[in-house]
């Protein structure tokens, strides 16, 4: 076994145990979570500490255009992509033996470049370890199984099951709803287990054809990993069964959209819940982050809502949460309080869709809490009732986002400044290319009528 190998997870050296390693994809995930990179020979890979690539491509959008580099000339210069070895995993929908490592992303001076999805991550979680903390995240993704769509043109349809009909909508919990897309199912908890991923458990959720995958908690940059690799596997299970997966925040009109709820908390040099005292109460430190949250939250929606299509999961009736209120097992609240013991009291952000990228979205909502803990920030009374019915507190669309989060100075100084203008001219790069699109609604309502 090659002495690289000896370095990663056991699932990968069971992986590749006894047989021929063929290739290595060398990935890094680019502002969109989408992975770049290049594949190799793995007895090339062997051999090779590092490689390059532009940093142009944290400059790319999710329709592959360039934004012009508004950090100064677009030089495109090298930067020095090392494996990180911990986060190895197989590749096992390949034809060969592949496996994938996450490299980490540093400039030529050996340090970390500012602009990367996952440094930033990494940034927020070492402010947190500065003061003595350690943040903790747990993640729900959810997601939609598909009809294949080839046309662009044409609205997203449900899968046909195995009972030949058309998933159905309104089954939430429904084990026989899970049942009519088993054998996707069969291949995702395959695919996991053969990367070594730990899932805390699947549901079918209130969407035709829509699926909820739980993580168990842990370290925010190592889930952030996995949920980067997630998308992938599920994505390759779905494929395998003519159908498509996925990860839009509102793929089918009349449907609920997706979500990924995040719930966190924060434990001290000691391993203590520093939510919940001695006694098992809340603490001061619980209601500053929330109050953080209730805060800073407007300025991160572009993190956690990062695209045109996100802002429409964002409307009333439709199970997502439009406001900053918390309340303690409360689902009609963008801020819950599950219910649990004192050790595991948490604070649940349901307000990111599954469109965003993990690393982005962790770290805002992480910046969130810090800055309550920093500032000492109060949230307001808890809401008893039912918050669907009160007032609408999160930017309409991507271009008010923007302007929220360009506006935080408090925001901008956690992520990085670099990092938040490449970010924004990003998005407003795609934001300007969506304005250019004219929609069947506007030609069906329009052309003729106005």
Known sequence: MSDWIQKCPAAAQDYVAGRRLDEVECIVPDMAGVARGKAMPASKFAHQTHFYLPNSIFLQTITGEWTDNPMGAFTEPDMVLEPDYSTATAAPWTADWTLQVIHDVKDQSGALVPIAPRNVLKRVVELYRKEGWTPIVAPEMEFFLVARNTDPNQPIIPPIGRTGRRAAAKQAYSMSAVDEYGKVIDDIYDYAELQGFEIDGILQEGGAGQIEINLAHGDPVALADQIFFFKRLIREAALRHECFATFMAKPIEGEPGSAMHIHQSVIDD????????????ETQD????????????????????????????????FAAPINLEWGRDNRTTGLRVPISGPEARR???RLGGMDTNPY???????????????????????????????TDELPANLGDALDLFSANEAIQDILGSEFCTVYEAVKRNEYKEFLQVISPWEREHLLLNV
């Open 347 to 349: 604070i649940e952000n």
């Open 360 to 390: 982005l979205g962790f770290a805002a909502t992480l910046a969130c809490a810090y800055l309550g803990l920093k500032e000492q920030q109060m949230p307001r009374p808890e809401y008893l009732g039912d918050a669907y019915t009160g």
């Open 286 to 317: 619980f209601l500053h982050c929330i109050g953080g949250l209730q805060r800073h939250l407007p300025s991160v929606i572009a993190l956690l809502a990062p695209y045109v299509n996100s802002y429409r999961r964002y409307i009333p009736d």
């Open 270 to 281: 000691e391993g203590r819940n520093i939510f919940s005292d001695s006694e098992g109460r």
